[in-house]
T-cell receptor, first 116, second 116 residues
Framework: AQKVTQAQTEISVVEKEDVTLDCVYE???????LFWYKQPPSGELVFLIR??????QNEISGRYSWNFQKSTSSFNFTITASQVVDSAVYFC?????????????FGTGTRLTIIP | DGGITQSPKYLFRKEGQNVTLSCEQN?????MYWYRQDPGQGLRLIYY???????QKGDIAEGYSVSREKKESFPLTVTSAQKNPTAFYLC???????????????FGPGTRLTVL
């Protein structure tokens, strides 16, 4: 069975600080996909990134960066120079590569508050 | 604009009543999903459908029912058999991978159901 753990329930940082959100996953598959979603106060989940298990290259998108390490089963998310608009709940999710059964397993989320 | 719409945004139900939550997408996605979100928890899959007139139970299907008569529509009925229905319900859709890797899901704005 697959599992995603986000041990940080809530994080608060002052604006412009960097912050890292941790994600640890468990799966028995060798091929799988990892995702990060943002849930602002409005409630709708916003897709941020998708990464397959064969691509361990770190990715940067503006102030966002992701560190994928298969050796530690982690897919951490860093926001650089945080802004108030980054305040949201962030979810990490895992999907095993099983055609016809592409379900997402979500972590419990990390609530990030950026203090102005 | 392409996207996913859910209605109503807020729904109140008396105990013993069935209610139906609407989900419509104009993204031409084959797959659609229903998730339930409780405070402080991640999303849990209720039902999903990958093709018209076919759907599968997710992890917490008891007390819920769905239909998929049209590609763009995937309504969820919360029946009186659901013992604790108060929650935030999110609908999502995605294209099917066709073997090219699990694709990201796109989410609607959600329906907040409260049982009185």
């Amino acid at each position: 069975a697959q599992k995603v753990t986000q041990a940080q329930t809530e994080i608060s940082v002052v604006e412009k600080e960097d912050v890292t959100l941790d994600c640890v996953y468990e799966t028995r598959d060798t091929t799988y996909y990892l995702f990060w979603y943002k849930q602002p106060p409005s409630g709708e989940l916003v897709f941020l990134i998708r990464r397959n298990s064969f691509d361990e290259q770190n990715e940067i998108s503006g102030r966002y960066s992701w560190n994928f390490q298969k050796s530690t089963s982690s897919f951490n998310f860093t926001i650089t120079a945080s802004q108030v608009v980054d305040s949201a709940v962030y979810f990490c999710a895992l999907s095993e590569a099983n055609f016809g059964n592409e379900k997402l397993t979500f972590g419990t989320g990390t609530r990030l508050t950026i203090i102005p | 604009d392409g996207g996913i719409t859910q209605s109503p945004k807020y729904l109140f139900r008396k105990e013993g009543q069935n209610v139906t939550l609407s989900c419509e997408q104009n993204l031409n996605h084959d797959a659609m999903y229903w998730y339930r979100q409780d405070p402080g928890q991640g999303l849990r899959l209720i039902y999903y459908s990958q093709i018209v007139n076919d759907f599968q139970k997710g992890d917490i299907a008891e007390g819920y029912s769905v239909s998929r008569e049209k590609k763009e529509s995937f309504p969820l009925t919360v029946t009186s058999a659901q013992k604790n229905p108060t929650a935030f319900y999110l609908c999502a859709s995605s294209i099917l991978s066709g073997g090219s890797g699990n694709k990201e899901q796109f989410f609607g704005p959600g329906t907040r159901l409260t049982v009185l």
